[in-house]
C-alpha cells in the first residue's frame, strides 16, 4: 500500500525551529518529485518548497527562502523539511506530496501521493 506519513510537528514559538520528516511505504520515493506544502485556516493550500527525484535540486517560495531547507535521503525513503526562525503566518497544517514530475513544479493537483499533514502552530 503506498503511504505518505509526516512526523515533526507541533507547538512552536516565533524564532524557533523544526523538522518535519515525510516517510514513504509501498513505493520507492527517489522516483518522485516531493514536495511541501500548507495550509493554514481558511486559505487554500500552497506549496513550500520542492525537491526533484533527479539530481536533487530544490525549489522554495520567497515567503520561506533562506528559512526552510528540504533535503532528502534515499536510504531512509524519507524527506526532511528543516524550518527555522519561524513565524506565526507559518501557522499551518503541513503536507509532503510525491509526484512523477521532471521539473518544479508546486501546484497541488499535479501531484500523485499525499501524506495526511502535521500541524505546525507557531506561537508564543
Known amino acids: 500500500q503506498v503511504q505518505l506519513v509526516e512526523s515533526g510537528g507541533g507547538l512552536v514559538q516565533p524564532g524557533g525551529s523544526l523538522r518535519l520528516s515525510c516517510a514513504a511505504s509501498?513505493?520507492?520515493?527517489?522516483?518522485?518529485?516531493i514536495g511541501w506544502f500548507r495550509q493554514a485556516p481558511g486559505k487554500e493550500r500552497e506549496g513550500v518548497s520542492y525537491?526533484?527525484?533527479?539530481?536533487?535540486?530544490?525549489y522554495y517560495v520567497d515567503s520561506v527562502k533562506g528559512r526552510f531547507t528540504i533535503s532528502r535521503d534515499n536510504a531512509k525513503n524519507t524527506v526532511y523539511l528543516q524550518m527555522n526562525s519561524l513565524k506565526p503566518e507559518d501557522t499551518a497544517v503541513y503536507y509532503c506530496?510525491?509526484?512523477?514530475?521532471?521539473?518544479?513544479?508546486?501546484?497541488?493537483?499535479?501531484?500523485?501521493?499525499w501524506g495526511q499533514g502535521t500541524q505546525v502552530p507557531v506561537s508564543s
Open positions: 506530496a510525491a509526484g512523477a514530475l521532471p521539473y518544479i513544479e508546486l501546484a497541488p493537483s499535479e501531484y500523485d501521493y
Open positions: 509501498g513505493f520507492t520515493l527517489d522516483d518522485y518529485a
Open positions: 525537491i526533484s527525484s533527479s539530481d536533487g535540486s530544490t
